[in-house]
């Protein structure tokens, strides 16, 4: 990586809550689908997260959202999480017709589930550590 690159910039980089159990549940769902791990990950909470979100011109901590950054490009609630499944492949890729929905009304709907993510499924006292074989796929 050279300077002033972004971390992670030859990969997408999903960034999640790092200490909510649903957002860790995502990663360890994603992690199996995608074997050749061209999805890396990195908790909104690390410095590499906040790093990425700074150089995409975010707010560092100011976001309670999934984030993927891929190619520079920044996508955000549910374009993140379908843009996500398309990465995974078949039979994933076809939560694409999710974009039929207006953004608005599936913004909405993620909004839901964001704000009561902590009530439903709890939260960590600190963020996971990936086991070994997929912690060159965790941004530090």
């Known amino acids: 990586m050279s300077d002033g690159e972004a971390p992670g910039s030859d990969h997408p980089v999903l960034l999640f809550d790092g200490v909510c159990n649903l957002c860790n549940g995502v990663v360890q769902f994603v992690i199996p689908r995608d074997p050749e791990g061209r999805i890396h990950f990195a908790p909104l909470q690390s410095d590499a997260g906040k790093a990425l979100l700074s150089g995409q011109g975010l707010p560092p ?10 190619d520079g490009e920044v996508y955000r609630k549910s374009d993140a999480v379908i843009r996500t499944a398309e990465l995974l492949g078949w039979p994933y890729r076809a939560a694409a017709v999710g974009r039929a929905v207006p953004a608005s009304v599936r913004d909405a709907l993620y909004d839901v589930v964001a704000d009561n993510r902590y009530d439903v499924f709890g939260r960590k006292d600190r963020c996971m550590v990936p086991d070994e074989d997929v912690q060159d796929r965790f941004l530090g």
């Open 61 to 70: 901590g100011a976001l309670d959202s999934v984030v993927l950054v891929e």
